[in-house]
């Protein structure tokens, strides 16, 4: 257990609502990660984070952003929600420590459906 | 070229028996490697880290061929409970924390009473 939860855990929304999922750790780690996981594509990488106010994008980044504005939270937002973005989204975080492989350690997920 | 290649199967495998699941990777500066289970609807969960000399943990063996470029996992003295999805998983560092993990499509594997 690497103390991460997600919030929401279901939402349905409609089409052109934002909407925003948080991830929450409690374990202090630097390393935050927003993955979607679709049936025929595995999980993909949407936005990382590397620190406080630091984040970059993943493969699939188009209309998605984050913030993360405290260690422990990290928040994914959709501006307008598309069809296209039904999906379940999996926060993770990276334990860095000596010898570690960067194992990364994931949440229980969100699953969003936009109608 | 996909970058991380798995059989999707289903492997349908008795209770007991043994089973290998190979994964192919493409990016030969790959430098982590990972098993992962995953469960209908629920978190990929680490099953296990690929080290360069194989590794092992109990009834699961995993083993990495750089010349090959795939890694292989093996399950002896199957368990019901066996039954999962499992992601190959590969990391490519490219600096600057863009690690984000690049996951196979998954193998599935249903274990037979």
């Known amino acids: 257990d690497a103390g991460i939860t997600q919030s929401p855990r279901h939402k349905v929304t409609e089409t052109g609502t934002p909407v925003t999922l948080r991830c929450h750790q409690t374990e202090n780690h630097r390393y935050m990660y927003w993955y979607r996981q679709d049936p025929g594509h595995g999980l993909r990488l949407i936005h990382y984070?590397?620190?406080?106010?630091?984040?970059d994008k993943g493969e699939v980044s188009d209309g998605y952003s984050v913030s993360r504005s405290k260690t422990e939270d990290f928040l994914l937002t959709l501006e307008s929600a598309t069809s296209s973005q039904t999906s379940v989204y999996f926060c993770a975080i990276r334990k860095e420590a000596s010898g570690s492989y960067n194992e990364q350690f994931f949440g229980p997920g969100t699953r969003l459906t936009v109608l | 070229r996909k970058e991380v290649e798995q059989d999707p199967g289903p492997f349908n495998v008795p209770e007991g028996a043994t089973v290998a699941f190979n994964c192919t990777y493409s990016?030969?500066?790959?430098?982590?490697f990972f098993w992962y289970r995953q469960d209908c609807r629920k978190e990929p969960k680490l099953l296990m880290s690929?080290?360069?000399s194989g590794n092992e943990d109990g009834r699961f063996t995993a083993q990495l061929n750089r010349a090959s470029q795939y890694i292989s996992l093996l399950i002896r003295d199957s368990k019901l409970s066996d039954s999962a999805t499992y992601l190959c998983v590969v990391i490519n560092m490219v600096g600057g924390g863009a690690d984000g993990l690049t996951f196979g499509k998954g193998t599935h594997l249903i274990i037979q009473p």
């Open positions: 984070s590397y620190g406080v106010k630091d984040t």
């Open positions: 990016n030969s500066a790959s430098q982590s």
């Open positions: 690929v080290y360069s």
